[in-house]
């Protein structure tokens, strides 16, 4: 009986061990199995038992057999011990590797490219700004000069019955939209748009500047196809005059009421800023600054195409232009009052300054992340520049389809003649300083001249750059190119 009972523990010993030695790998109660083995060999001699000790003492030697099999070898332990904890953490802090070259040099141009859009975009800016500025110096100085001779040339071809050419026809148009909507902007009263504006809170007064800015943007873009229409309308052939709906007559009207509200909406942009950096309270400025971050919003993520992209620099070069001509007028009337005031112009430009740097910020920063997230690389800036280059050079040609001014306004989307009026109106000289009036006006010719000559050879500069740039080019990269005028 008690050999049984011996036998019957033994089985439940040696299944236990065995179950968990191929679960756990444990070595050393394996070799307990085997010591146990050999003892109950050593106690079934002398009972000399029946064939159920035989069987189950086959059976224990068949399954530490199997687990013989499977224990492991002093190698796979000290290997075990190698991947303990330590090792880990030795081989997490000492692990080497190696970039890749290929995807990690792309990544590194695409910085280095963040940073020179800034750079590439002021240069396109700088030049369509001058542009800007030369267009509007041309309505200031040359087009009076042309509306007189114009106006000379009618009154003696009337007599003689023959028609003006088509560009002395423009000048006079022009010239009369221009006198038109300064007289008309001459009876508003600046002051008394002044104390309105200032009476209202930040709150009104920020909305209001948003609606002026908006009404701004859309009366840019549409002017001008109104300004075309009368010049086509007086100068188009005579077969096509039956097609025109309304007559010479209506479109000049039509012109001029948008010049006036066009030039009445400036002189309220300008009041608004005016009053925004006169107060005491600086709190409507800094949140008409920090309006222009809120551009970001609209424009960073948003999908561009290079044409896109070239429609928002030029917009934004119209805006700085626009800002600087408003801080300009602001700055006049508030010396003004100030009787020239020195310590006041000091404090006044340093305010007029931040206004045009935070423009400029949001402007690089929504540039150069436009081109990244659009994966437009930096030279497409040289190819606007050398766009607004061949649009100066062909203004200047014996065949050329509109004035320099037009062709300004077309593509950078800036009408000089609501500014100009605006300009002429808050600038009013008293009857005494006509002296100072012609000095100033002499001034402005000469500064006109000048700029028009760096913008030309500039112009005739880029322009033998690209060509030279095609020439050397392949046709399969000639085809890539975009296709400027000639």
Known sequence: FSTSIYHLAFLSLNQFLSTARCKRKNVAMVDVAHAFSEDLNATQQPLQSGGDSDVAADVQLDDVKQCSATRPSANGSRKAKKRSLWSYLHKEVRRGYQLEEQRYEKRRAKFYAFFRIPRELERFVLYGFLQCAD?????????????????????????????LQPAESCDLLKG??????????????????????????????????????????????????????????????????ARRRLGLLAHLMLALAYVFLHCLLVMLQATTLSVAI?????????????????????MVFKKF???????????????????????LVVIVQTMREY?????????????????????????????????????????????????????????????????HGDL?????????????????????????????????????????????????????????????????DSPEKQSHRPKFPE
Not at 375 to 395: F, G, M, P
């Open 135 to 163: 267009a509007f110096l041309s309505v200031l100085t040359l087009l009076p000069v042309r509306f007189a001779l114009a106006a000379g040339l009618l009154g003696a071809r009337l007599v003689g019955r023959r028609r």
């Open 408 to 472: 300004v306004s077309r593509r950078l989307g800036f009408t000089p003649l609501p500014l100009a009026a605006m300009v002429l109106r808050v600038m009013a000289w008293p009857p005494w300083s006509v002296r100072l009036a012609l000095l100033t006006y002499v001034c402005l010719c000469s500064f006109k001249v000048l700029l028009n000559l760096v913008l030309l050879s500039r112009a005739c500069s880029l322009v033998e750059q690209h060509r030279q740039t095609l020439l050397e």
């Open 278 to 298: 006169n107060s005491q309270n600086k709190a409507l400025l800094t949140i008409m600054m920090s309006n222009n971050f809120v551009e970001l919003k609209g």
């Open 176 to 241: 009369l939209v221009l006198l038109g909507t300064w007289l008309l902007a001459a009876q508003v009263d600046t002051s008394m748009l002044y104390h309105i504006v200032k009476s209202q809170s930040v709150i009104k007064l920020y909305i209001f500047f948003n609606m002026l800015e908006v009404a701004d943007k859309l009366f840019s873009s549409f002017g001008q196809d109104i300004l075309d229409a009368l010049l086509w309308t007086a100068t188009e052939p005579e077969p096509r005059r």
């Open 339 to 403: 009787s020239w005031h020195q310590e006041r112009f000091w404090s006044l430009l340093w305010d007029c300054l931040l206004v045009l740097l935070a423009e400029m910020l949001v402007d690089w920063v929504k540039h150069a992340f436009v081109t990244r997230f659009n994966a437009i690389s930096w030279q497409v800036y040289r190819e606007y520049l050398t766009s607004l280059a061949y649009d100066l050079a062909s203004s200047k040609l014996h065949t050329a389809p509109s004035d």
């Open 305 to 327: 195409a290079k044409n896109n992209l070239f429609q928002m620099a030029c917009s934004d070069i119209r805006e700085r232009f626009h800002y600087v001509v408003l801080l």
